[in-house]
């Protein structure tokens, strides 16, 4: 069985860690794995995975707010 014309197929494992682990845009996974943004879009949509707003895209540090306190708390400044 083939796959429809307009159905890319990229498993979800490689979405999750470009997306979600190297924390990419759409756009830079669309470039790199040599697609259109929209299609990539739709797979993160169709694989569930939670697209991030604009405000989190520009965040350039991701750092967990227990990192954050941990960081806080145990550094010194002077």
């Known amino acids: 069985?083939?796959?429809?014309?307009?159905?890319?197929?990229?498993?979800?494992?490689?979405?999750?860690?470009?997306?979600?682990?190297?924390?990419?845009?759409?756009?830079?996974?669309?470039?790199?794995?040599?697609?259109?943004?929209g299609p990539i879009h739709r797979l993160l949509r169709d694989y569930k995975l939670k697209i991030r707003t604009v405000s989190q895209a520009k965040e350039k540090y991701f750092i967990s707010k227990g990192e954050l306190k941990n960081l806080y708390l145990t550094k010194t400044f002077n």
């Open 1 to 37: 069985m083939s796959c429809p014309w307009n159905k890319i197929n990229i498993p979800k494992e490689t979405l999750i860690d470009l997306y979600e682990n190297q924390r990419l845009s759409i756009a830079q996974v669309a470039s790199k794995l040599e697609f259109s943004n």
